[in-house]
């Protein structure tokens, strides 16, 4: 009786033992699905709105990432689940990548608008233009505003709002180089070229939104 009784209950602790190992590789598995499915829906994103949100997408990648790898074990002689896991891997950081260098030619596009904007002494100081001086602002009005007069049929919105930007930007170094001894001739120089460059702003940014906005309805 006692060795029936002992029977028994081996049997029963090794079938709740089965039980929790296959319910364990059971959601290991389950995770592995939702890993990939969350990399195959990451690798569908528009960049644009991937890199608006990156550091929340990277975060949810990671913890999908650390859940799987913590339970690998259970999956470990399973090669179907093993690649799905490799394969999903792979693809996100490929998708990182692009994303990277998708940014980094964006950063270089907007350094040479600039650059053909206030010139070849441009550095790029956060908008501080320490760069200008009494002896070169005349020349980055100069050319700032001819470049603009040169190009603004061609220009987006979204050129001319970065146009605006930069322009403030010179504006405000102004106020600091006037008091380190801007000449009255370079002064008035400058006064002139803002007259000139305030109604083309006005009227080429306003051209510009109205036919984006009629390029969107079409």
Known sequence: MKTMKFTIALFAATLLFTSCKD???EQAKKNVEAFTTYVDSISKLDM?????NWTNIENDYVTHKKTVDENSNEFAEDQDLKKDVDNASVKF???????AEKEQQEMNTKNDFRISLLG????????????????NILSVYQNFVDTVEANKDNYSREDWDEIKLLY???????????????TTKDNLA????????APMYELNR?????EENADAKN
Do not use: H
Not at 122 to 129: T, V
Not at 190 to 197: R, Y
């Open 93 to 99: 950081e490929e998708y990182k990548a692009q994303l």
């Open 190 to 197: 400058i006064a002139g070229l803002k007259l000139k460059f």
């Open 168 to 182: 403030e930007a010179i504006d405000t170094r102004k106020n600091t180089v006037e008091k380190e001894g801007l």
């Open 120 to 135: 070849k002494d441009f550095i790029n100081d956060d908008m501080k233009f320490e760069w200008i001086n009494k002896d």
């Open 206 to 210: 306003m051209g510009a939104k109205s």
């Open 48 to 52: 644009a709105e991937a890199k608006s």
């Open 23 to 25: 319910e364990k590789k």
